[in-house]
């Protein structure tokens, strides 16, 4: 993992501090999920260390970003600029650190929020970044952790129903996507029981 290395001094410059540490938390968070659901780990680390590679950038460049790069801005994404982070994250990751994996810009550009019908890496990056060793704020976190390693699905559905709540206590616009998300694994999970 050559790359891993290189990609991870060059980022170093372009996050704050604590998210670099959260970064790495992340990556080996996504590291280990990978070994637990037997998915390629170097696949997973490398979606974990670039995932918020866009979150120190002004909203207006990420606005920009996007609009060059011909991704759909949503009139939610426009009222709350840090979603893009993620879209916008995506295509750092393809222009500037040269990743062609689709799987891997597929999982950063979908990382906060979700989409329905998550590949599995999709599904290591959204609860890597939930439940890292530095995380300490969300509810339920041991919880969250603990299932983790037992059944994907069900985490990321519990994940989102936490993230929904919290949005609603504290009054945060819901983007439809983190919605519809939510709605598509609990359904799944009542068919398959
Ligand atoms: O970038 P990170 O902080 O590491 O994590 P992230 O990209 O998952 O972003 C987490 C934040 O995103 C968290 O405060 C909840 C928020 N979020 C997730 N879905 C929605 C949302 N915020 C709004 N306003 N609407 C959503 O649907
Ligand atoms: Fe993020
Ligand atoms: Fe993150």
């Known amino acids: 993992m050559k790359d891993l290395e290189k990609y991870r001094k060059k980022l170093k410059h372009h996050i704050d501090k ?3 540490r959260h970064t790495l938390g992340v990556m080996y968070t996504a590291a280990s999920l990978a070994m637990a659901y037997h998915y390629d780990t170097g696949k997973a680390m490398l979606a974990g260390l670039l995932h918020d590679c866009a979150k120190n950038m002004p909203h207006d460049k990420k606005i ?3 609009q060059k790069h011909h991704v759909e801005i949503t009139d939610i994404e426009r009222e ?3 979603l893009l982070h993620a879209k916008a994250g995506a295509i750092i990751a393809k222009i500037k650190y040269d990743v062609d994996d689709e799987e ?3 999982a950063i ?3 906060t929020t979700g989409t329905p019908a998550m590949s599995t890496l999709d599904m290591i990056l959204f609860i890597a970044d939930y439940i890292e060793p530095g995380r300490d704020k969300a509810q339920n976190l041991a919880q969250v ?3 983790a390693f037992k059944n994907l699905e069900q985490t990321v559905e519990k994940i989102l129903y936490d993230t929904l709540n919290y949005l609603n206590e504290k009054s945060g616009r819901i983007d439809p996507a983190t919605q519809i998300t939510y709605e598509y ?3 799944r999970r009542n068919l398959t029981v």
């Open 104 to 106: 891997i810009l597929h």
């Open 18 to 20: 604590e998210r670099y």
């Open 109 to 111: 550009a979908v990382h």
């Open 64 to 66: 920009e970003l996007c």
């Open 145 to 147: 952790r603990e299932m």
């Open 185 to 187: 694994y609990k359904n």
């Open 80 to 82: 709350n600029p840090f």
